[in-house]
């Protein structure tokens, strides 16, 4: 009887946990949807893949759990921000509607997302309460394994023929017809010559072997920084650091050290200069 009033009942820690992690899975669903920057709306999912995953394994889906962190949040959402990295996306891109009244669709479609969920949730009715630890009597995968593939089998093969659906849809509307021809490398060689531009690549940034990073300029022979170097978008963002003087005062160190011991062994007297060779 205990054991039963314990599965209808919710412990003070349980209580405290879905209210906190629900709170922030909410909040993080919703920064996902209204944040301007791409970067920052797939970081908001992720963080609420992983609360969910937490609600998974607390629940004792740890499969289920396992498989949001390492699936959807380790691989899925890692991929989002790698293309978007490459991609570029900014906020003004976002914001561009390649279709017309596409927010207004979208809108109703939630709206009526919303409706439906709320009618399901209204007519539901538990009348028997099975428990975790008759579910997973056989084990959490057996258990999970046996409801999608028996109970569950269609509604799985629908889902996963909308997943390929989306995937195939995406590659359709990034995909661009090329209108002219690809350049090949010779052309594009014989292009920059005619052209004046800089004929061999780019000097490699940092100065000298002191420095290595991207946003370092290299030095020419004479000290002065070369622009040619440095990334354009690193300059125009104002992300460069300029080490040049510090590396000016550094030769003007050492050509003060060369000139002293110049000074130094011319007058040194012959004979200390004739001992010293017989030394060696």
């Known amino acids: 009887m205990s054991a039963q009033l314990a599965a209808y009942s919710t412990s003070t820690g349980e209580a405290f946990q879905f209210w906190v992690l629900g709170t922030v899975a909410v909040v993080g669903a919703l920064c996902t949807v209204f944040m301007k920057k791409a970067v920052h709306s797939a970081l908001c ?28 949040t380790g691989a899925i959402m890692m991929l989002f921000l790698f293309v978007v990295m490459l991609v570029g996306v900014t906020a003004a891109d976002s914001l561009k509607e390649t279709i017309k009244g596409q927010r207004w669709l979208a809108l109703l479609s939630g709206l009526g997302f919303g409706v439906l969920l709320i009618a399901g949730i209204g007519h539901a009715s538990l009348t028997e309460f099975t428990g975790l630890t008759e579910a997973n009597a056989n084990g959490n995968v057996e258990g999970l394994a046996a409801l999608i593939f028996t109970k569950y089998v269609f509604a799985f093969e629908i889902t996963g023929a909308l997943l390929i659906t989306a995937a195939v849809g995406a590659m359709v509307l990034t995909h661009r017809e090329r209108t002219e021809r690809a350049l ?38 004479d000290g002065t920084p070369s622009e040619l170097t440095v990334s354009r978008t690193l300059r125009e963002r104002g992300q460069i650091r300029d080490v040049s003087a510090e590396a000016l005062n550094d030769l003007k160190a050492l050509e003060r050290r060369a000139e002293e011991r110049l000074e130094r062994a011319a007058i040194e007297p012959p004979h200390l200069k004739r001992t010293e060779e017989a030394s060696k």
Do not use: C, S, W
């Not at 999912?45 to 959807?72: E, P, S």
């Not at 531009?197 to 022979?221: E, W």
């Open 184 to 221: 090949t490398q010779r052309e594009m060689a014989e292009r920059r010559v005619r052209e004046g531009k800089h004929v061999p690549p780019l000097p490699a940034p940092g100065v000298y072997a002191r420095h290595n990073a991207v946003d370092v300029q290299g030095l020419l022979p």
């Open 45 to 72: 999912l992720a963080g609420t893949m992983i609360i969910l995953a937490v609600f998974y394994l607390a629940n004792g889906a740890y499969f289920l759990g396992i498989v949001q962190i390492v699936v959807y």
